[in-house]
Nanobody
Framework: QVQLVESGGGLVQPGGSLRLSCAAS????????MGWYRQTPGNQRNLVAT???????NYADSVNGRFTISRDDAKNTLYLQMNSLKPEDTAVYYC?????????????WGQGTQVTVSS
């Protein structure tokens, strides 16, 4: 069973930065994309950023230009660099790996890490 372990969340002041990490417990074959999502209480989980196996990235309009998604395949790790943080970025952040193989699509999720932006 593959586990995704997130780290790097915490409390930061507006304008500050955080770097989230998501490490897979082992290498996962046939990963087509990785991404970060966030969720606030009572709301659905929303996409923040994704990166494909080919390295193409995509961002939500609200974070474009402030957040950067990256990956280190040798370490089986996904990152999210968050700069110029705003109070509205406060949420639980989840990482996601998408595997597509002979059995179809499988989504792997991290346990979530809290990011709080407040003065």
């Amino acid at each position: 069973q593959v586990q995704l372990v997130e780290s790097g969340g915490g409390l930061v002041q507006p304008g500050g930065s955080l770097r989230l990490s998501c490490a897979a417990s082992r290498s996962i074959s046939s990963i087509v994309s990785m991404g970060w999502y966030r969720q606030t209480p009572g709301n659905q989980r929303n996409l923040v950023a994704t990166i494909t196996s080919g390295g193409e990235s995509n961002y939500a309009d609200s974070v474009n230009g402030r957040f950067t998604i990256s990956r280190d395949d040798a370490k089986n790790t996904l990152y999210l660099q968050m700069n110029s943080l705003k109070p509205e970025d406060t949420a639980v952040y989840y990482c996601n790996f998408v595997q597509v193989g002979w059995s179809g699509r499988i989504d792997f999720w991290g346990q979530g890490t809290q990011v709080t932006v407040s003065s």
